[in-house]
């Protein structure tokens, strides 16, 4: 019997089946099994499978590389529900079968700011899209990490527009809520080309603080204590 992504999910922000071996189904959403990425991939539940749970996630991670699959495979996975490093995943993957390809799946969309810091949660690996303007507001880990943080406007150090405590404190809450991770699946440092901006930074072609997107689509996942895209 297979088991739902969303079951594995839960509602909560650990999964409820920790520790369980399941078989589940899933259309692949994102692949990073490659040299130097995350080795496995993300799959997200099959239109019939979706559930009413607004605070279940419908996508989950799967830490696995030994079988080859591609964005829009259908795929049964027999594995064991992790938690690795507070984000829900299957590992110890003992069978990987492709049922179809081809398939694809439609992007959540989600929008900043949050109304809360723990809202993402709900869409824990799942394959999202922001469809609204977005500032780059960090650039420090472009170079190295791959890392470009987004805002719905520019942030500021709380102290730079509110006087210490209470009110500098305040403006750093809310600075939560307005921003996410853009993050390049990549877990090799100094990558060159980076992956942003296209083709590579360079001094002809930046990123800059300021610089705006228009759209955002990728799969959401939380690392490092905090969640990305």
Do not use: W
């Not at 824990?124 to 780059?136: A, H, I, K, Y």
């Not at 809450?173 to 992956?195: H, R």
């Amino acid at each position: 019997d297979k088991t739902l992504i969303n079951a594995i999910q839960g509602d909560d922000s650990t999964s409820p089946l920790v520790g369980t071996q399941v078989e589940l189904e899933g259309i692949v959403t994102a692949d990073f099994q490659g040299d130097g990425e995350l080795d496995g991939f993300f799959v997200s539940s099959l239109s019939d499978d979706v559930d009413s749970n607004p605070l279940t996630s419908e996508g989950v991670f799967v830490f696995f590389a030994d079988t080859d699959v591609s964005v829009g495979d259908h795929v049964r996975v027999q594995g064991t529900v992790e938690e690795f490093f507070d984000a829900t995943q299957i590992g110890s993957v003992s069978q990987v079968a492709i049922c179809d390809t081809g398939l694809s799946v439609a992007a959540t969309k989600i929008t900043l700011p949050l109304a809360d810091a723990t809202d993402l949660e709900a869409f824990e690996g799942m394959l999202v899209t922001l469809e609204q303007p977005l500032v780059v507001t960090d650039n420090f880990g472009l170079g190295r990490f791959g890392e470009v943080e987004l805002a719905t406007e520019r942030l500021y150090q709380g102290t730079q527009i509110a006087l210490p405590g209470d009110a500098a404190n305040a403006v750093e809450t809310e600075n939560l809520l307005k921003k996410i991770l853009l993050d390049d699946g990549s877990t090799v440092q100094n990558l060159d080309p980076t992956a942003y901006p296209t083709p590579g930074l360079s001094a002809e072609n930046t990123l800059r603080t300021g610089d705006t997107v228009n759209t955002v689509t990728g799969v959401l996942t939380y690392s490092f204590s905090l969640y990305r895209i």
